[in-house]
């Protein structure tokens, strides 16, 4: 230390003394303010401040909140901050966590910092941020407040909150296929992340049992894409390092030349740490992943392989429709789709009766709904009634009792099961759906919820041909 820094000992007003934070600067590339406003004001709920004259011309994009700023400053080259990152303060660090989720941002739990409750995420351009809220003290117990009970283990304990709430991790890899891209055939993507549309080029990689992964298996052959886009198909049970390639000639994808879908997982981003999630696609060219982002991957099957859809292939998602049913979409995922995980992978019970009441409730209003109408949106089947029917068809040979939502089974319910038959017997619906598979995962993988992993031997679902009388 030298001679000018030391302290005297006294009490005397330091001058040029450091009073407070300003502002954090994080580097973004040119052209993302629009998916920087989205997540740090549309996400966080800060608010964006006009840049000075002199420095809007130079591109990014400044917020604040309170007294504290973050500046998104356009850096040439730029590659994001992976382990430098601001520390930001918050309130109702659950209910953000949930937004973030559900915008799609992978959040991480870390409890280790003595006082403080935390969880990390990444922006849109992928640089580290940490919100930390202060840790309530005191002989009360809280709701908010308190951590599981030490008797008490989550499934995926990076994704389960401190008041037991699951939170599900967001999708790393969110790159798109898309008819716009600027890249050549056979090349990688553009500067935007957009890789080239090409026939027998990508390989959708997916489990059976998994709802999420089940709506793209559905989408792509309603829309008759089996022949640009080749599928894979892993084991339903899933150990501790992630989801195996299943097939009749063994453990190897034939086309990837993998074992475990991890491998293209770490080949594309070697310090990623996450879950591995499926459905992936991945470049066969490269073996990279292009996506694991499954709202989007139905989407993009919709409206970037049009050249490539069979004659007279339904449109799932119809423009004149997007917008009405954007908040069907939303109020299912939050409340149905991830409203079942929600409540089977609570390890508190107000976290899991929240879930139930929220999963149920919904059910409760969209019996209402079909009771007027023959799908979700009308006549026709659209992108909503596929993300609604992979969670019904799973509801009672595994939600109902391994996840606890057992209010009412499927079949008790008759609106919404005449509804689940009728899209069952829809060609591409039910010859996708592997009931084998399904049961053997949830009840085989999940060792916390179920630790003996005996797989129910029902229900009998041969009540799934039996006509549905909706059309």
Avoid at 253 to 259: N, R, S, Y
Wanted: glycine share 10%.
């Amino acid at each position: 230390m030298s001679e000018r820094s030391k302290g005297t000992g006294s009490h005397r007003a330091v001058t040029g003394a450091v009073v407070g934070l300003h502002h954090v600067q994080v580097s973004c590339p040119a052209g993302s303010e629009d998916d920087l406003r989205g997540f740090y004001a549309g996400v966080l709920g800060m608010a964006e401040l006009a840049k000075p004259p002199v420095l809007a011309a130079r591109g990014g994009v400044w917020f604040r909140a309170g007294a504290f700023e973050v500046h998104c400053g356009v850096e040439a080259g730029f590659v994001p901050a992976r382990k430098a990152h601001p520390g930001i303060l918050v309130e109702g660090l659950d209910a953000l966590a949930e937004r973030l989720a559900d915008a799609g941002t992978e959040v991480t739990w870390d409890d280790d910092f003595p006082g403080m409750r935390r969880l990390y995420a990444t922006d849109p351009v992928g640089n580290r941020l940490e919100l930390l809220e202060p840790r309530l003290t005191g002989p009360a117990r809280s709701v908010v407040s308190m951590p599981p009970s030490e008797t008490q283990t989550a499934q995926f304990g990076s994704e389960t909150s401190t008041t037991g709430a699951f939170v599900r991790q967001g999708n790393r890899f969110t790159d798109r296929i898309s008819r716009d891209s600027t890249s050549a055939a056979g090349a990688g993507p553009d500067d935007q992340g957009r890789w080239p549309v090409e026939a027998g080029r990508y390989r959708l990689v997916v489990s059976l049992a998994c709802p999420w992964a089940h709506r793209s298996v559905i989408v792509r052959r309603l829309l008759g894409l089996t022949g640009a886009i080749s599928l894979a198909v892993v084991d339903p049970i899933r150990d501790e390092r992630g989801w195996r390639f299943w097939s009749g000639d063994g453990h190897r994808d034939p086309v990837l030349d993998v074992e475990y879908l991890s491998e293209p997982y770490l080949a594309t981003d070697p310090s990623y740490e996450g879950r591995v999630t499926v459905p992936a696609v991945v470049d066969t060219m490269t073996g990279r992943v292009v996506t694991n982002d499954y709202p989007q991957i139905t989407l993009d099957l919709s409206t970037q392989w049009g050249e490539h859809h069979a004659p007279g292939a339904p449109d799932l998602y119809p423009g004149r429709l997007r917008e009405p049913m954007q908040p069907l979409i939303d109020e299912i995922f939050r409340d149905v789709n991830n409203g079942v995980y929600r409540c089977g992978f609570a390890t508190e019970q107000a976290a899991y009766e929240e879930a139930f009441a929220g999963l149920f409730a919904r059910l409760d209003a969209l019996s209402e709904r079909l009771e007027g109408q023959r799908f979700l949106m009308g006549d026709a089947i659209t992108e909503v009634d596929v993300r609604l029917f992979t969670t019904l068809v799973r509801f009672d040979a595994a939600y109902h009792g391994h996840f606890k939502t057992n209010r009412n089974k499927l079949t008790e319910m008759p609106v919404l099961w005449a509804y689940a038959r009728d899209l069952f017997q829809t060609p591409g619906f039910g010859d996708t759906v592997d009931f084998d598979h399904i049961k053997r995962h949830y009840y085989g993988t999940h060792e916390q919820i179920n630790p003996t992993r005996i797989v129910s031997v029902g229900p009998d679902t041969a009540g799934w041909t039996s006509p549905h009388g909706r059309g």
